[in-house]
């Protein structure tokens, strides 16, 4: 799960670390596969000192990449929301729509999914558990600097949600439970409630 990280070029530091070592344990692989026998392990020139060395190159790449996932994490904080083997996955295929689908459960707790344009190139609706569907008012553009297009995908929904509950206020939508989500119904009569509450103990 390493390599698609290290291949986009996530860690140039450590790209061509990782691509040595990468290589390296794959040709020993193919070696040992060739033969099918244990034995040959051992026989391998040099192999003693090749794999500490190997694994040394690894953990260097390893700390380099958990100083990447935290500052990632300080660049969207939902991410502490997901293990390191989630957000690996999330930042190494942040265009595909469906690990973006198995993943945003877990960063947003009112979306369980999410409709897609047509060349997937951007969210258009929301989706909740009961299957509610609400509608952006601008499409989210899918990037690759995935903190930033749920950093915009945060805002679309907040935002939608803000203008839904503006218009169901000033009563300037005639059929509210159609195009509003219940959520923010709720508020409507919830704020309604309150301010009659307020006028009645103000006498």
């Given at each position: ?6 291949a ?5 530091q450590?790209q061509s ?13 193919s070696?040992l ?5 244990v034995?040959?392990?051992a026989?391998?020139?040099?192999i ?5 060395q190997?694994?040394?190159q690894?953990d260097?790449?390893q700390?380099?990449?958990?100083d ?13 929301f997901?293990?390191?083997d989630?957000l690996?996955e999330i ?5 595909n729509?469906?690990v973006?689908?198995?993943h945003?459960k877990?960063?947003?707790?009112g979306?369980?999914?999410?409709k897609?344009?047509?060349d997937?190139s951007?969210i ?5 558990m009961d ?6 008012t601008?499409p989210v553009?899918?990037?690759?600097q995935?903190?930033s297009w749920l950093g915009?995908?945060n805002r679309a929904?907040?935002g939608t949600?803000?203008?839904?509950l503006e ?5 300037r939508v005639?059929?509210e ?8 119904i ?5 704020i309604?409630f309150?301010?009659?509450a ?6």
């Amino acid at each position: 799960y390493l390599e698609p990280i290290f291949a986009r070029g996530a860690l140039p530091q450590q790209q061509s670390r990782f691509r040595n070592v990468d290589e390296e344990f794959r040709r020993v692989m193919s070696q040992l596969e060739a033969t099918r026998k244990v034995v040959s392990f051992a026989e391998i020139p040099g192999i003693r000192d090749k794999l500490p060395q190997m694994a040394q190159q690894l953990d260097v790449c390893q700390r380099a990449l958990s100083d990447f996932l935290e500052e990632k994490r300080s660049m969207f904080p939902r991410f502490y929301f997901i293990g390191d083997d989630d957000l690996l996955e999330i930042l190494g295929q942040s265009k595909n729509p469906t690990v973006i689908q198995s993943h945003l459960k877990k960063l947003f707790a009112g979306i369980h999914k999410v409709k897609f344009s047509q060349d997937t190139s951007a969210i258009t609706t929301m989706m909740s558990m009961d299957t509610e569907n609400v509608d952006f008012t601008s499409p989210v553009r899918v990037t690759e600097q995935i903190e930033s297009w749920l950093g915009d995908l945060n805002r679309a929904m907040k935002g939608t949600l803000q203008q839904q509950l503006e218009s169901v206020r000033s009563g300037r939508v005639q059929d509210e439970f159609k195009v509003a989500a219940s959520q923010t119904i709720c508020l409507k009569e919830a704020i309604f409630f309150t301010e009659a509450a307020e006028k009645a103990i103000a006498g």
